[in-house]
């Protein structure tokens, strides 16, 4: 089901839609530069490869990840934390390359968030029944630039709900070149990614691939 299809007032850009007070989804923003985007993520994942970390509470998350930035975002049996250096490797993470870095600006901008410089890019493979749980991104320090988040490849469904755990999410489908803005006062919304159906994408066949950026320092 997606949410956006039942929630009153159309939006005056169809492909804008307005998710909350600071929160957008750009509707194939990405996807005339999502082969571009798919090879500097090839070349990411080529130096620090996709892991599947695990949660402080000793879970295999289900969504393998890698990052690229000055700050790489991990998490293992003693928490979730920012560092500078790659634990599998032990040297710094890729630089975020510049096609991102360019795409995540211009969709911030787009959502009203002027001037965003990501100091770190998380990139999340799901695979189908892979899903992520509705969680906060609040690990960052920077609280006044917002997130923003690239989806590629097979469709996913995106909860997006309030401050509060316990507010009901809606559910969005996103699609391949989707990308989705949120800061200001959602930077702090719950989000989440519902388990993957099973599919098949023309570039990325089995796979949905997530780049969300972030400022953390
Ligand atoms: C995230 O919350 O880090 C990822 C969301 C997504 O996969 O769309
Ligand atoms: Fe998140």
Redesign the pocket.
Known sequence: MTGDLFEGLPDLNPRQIHLADGAVLLRGFAGEVDRVLLCAVEEVIAQAPLRHLVTPGGYRMS?SMTCCGRLGWVSDRSGYRYDPIDPASGQAWPAIPAVFTEMARNAASQAGFESFTPDTC?I?C?EPGSR?SL?Q?RHERDVVAPIV?V?LGLP?V?LFGGMHRSDRPQHYR?THGDV?VWGGPARFAF???APLADGHHPMLGRR?I?V?FRKAS
Request: charged share 10%.
């Open positions: 969504v998380l999340n799901y992520l969680h991104d988040s989806s996913a995106f996103l989705a989000h989440g990614i949905r997530n969300t």
